[in-house]
């Protein structure tokens, strides 16, 4: 196990109207004027919005807000946040929806005191340090951007997706998570959430460093409860404990617990971020496509963890490793299936994916060598993107 630092600060409030707190929590984080974020339209028509204003308003606090957020935010609807922020004197922000509303806030936050263009961070020209705060009611279990340093925005002139990690500066005050909201999300929706949740443990997973037996076996814990509940979510919606154990899942798979005391992987993350950018698919179907191809070709060339993995969460009983890796590889392929996610391109809808422009992306946005299992150059994340077709 490596040394390591780990701070979860966000405070979680979780459960049935658990919105109705909006203010109260806001106010004990010094909210005076609040921006609320929101997407394109989910948290309006179930009445979520007018409950968080409502409950702001009981607390006395003042509020502008900022609709139209899209999945795969972009650097749009950050720009005119950090205007509107600045022209009416915001102090705090609260994003209302998924990951794509909670990154555009977070940048948001980040652009406001920052002199220059917000999208420095992103290109790595200056570092985070300092943010408004900024609180979560969360509606949709999957980015984890609710417990997470993180943001991802897309630059929309250039297609560029590019995922900001920051260890604290980012990471929400507080996140309000009650799973009755989640009700309302679609299908599909709710099974590509599913998959990145799953994906965000696996990352940390699939991992160099020896001797990480606890983290090992909190991450297929929690992996094997979401491949226990999924079901239950897709053929019951309105299965309220289903739900709420999805939803915890996908902030513990994201909050930096799977990850403590090693080294971590982020290769098809940054592998599946050229094809959301590109092709605007949603990333959690993204990555149900290539995370096995990922595996795929790790299982000949490093299969050791993709057996254990395959043992513990499959209970695959295959004593030869790149045997077991590949009947682990099946089987999380069938799980992805039979919540009706994609696993290839053309299921995806991308009959025909422009490789090369991806790879040439991919190393120039994230360098030339991505991944920590093993290191990826351009042949090598070829060769994935082709396993997925
Ligand atoms: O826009 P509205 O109308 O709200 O509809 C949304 C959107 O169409 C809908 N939705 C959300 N909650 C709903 C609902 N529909 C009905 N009922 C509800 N309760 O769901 C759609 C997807 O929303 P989005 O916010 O895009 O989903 P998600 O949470 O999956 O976020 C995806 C984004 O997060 C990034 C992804 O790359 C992608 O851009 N990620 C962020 C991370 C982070 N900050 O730590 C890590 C992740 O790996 C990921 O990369
Ligand atoms: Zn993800």
Redesign the pocket.
Known sequence: MENFRYCSPTKYIFGRDMEKETGKEAAAIGAKKVLIV??????VR?GLLDRVCESLRNSSIEFVSLGG?????VDGAVRKGIEICRSESVDTIIAV???????TA?AIALGVPYSGDFWDFYSGKAIAKEALPVGVVL??P????EG?G???ITLESEKI?I?LRTDFVLRPKFAIMNPE??V???AY?TA??IA?MM??IMERYFTPTENVEITDRVSEGILKAIIEEAPKVMSNPQDYQARANIMWSGTLA?NGICGTGRKEDWAS?AIE?EI?AMYNV???AGLAVIFPAWMTFMAKRNPGKIAQYARRVFDVKETNDEAAALEGIDCLKAFFGSIGLPVTFAELGIANPDISEMVRRLHINKGEVIGGYLPLRAADTTEIYRLAL
Do not use: E, R
């Open positions: 929101y997407g394109g339209g989910s948290a179930s957020v899209q999945p795969n935010p929806g998924g990951g794509s509303v909670i990154d977070k509606t949709i999957a980015a984890g951007s997470s993180n943001s991802v997706k995922s909201l989640t309302t999300l679609p929706q590509s959430g990145d994906a965000h994201h993350h971020h959301s949603t990333h959690g």
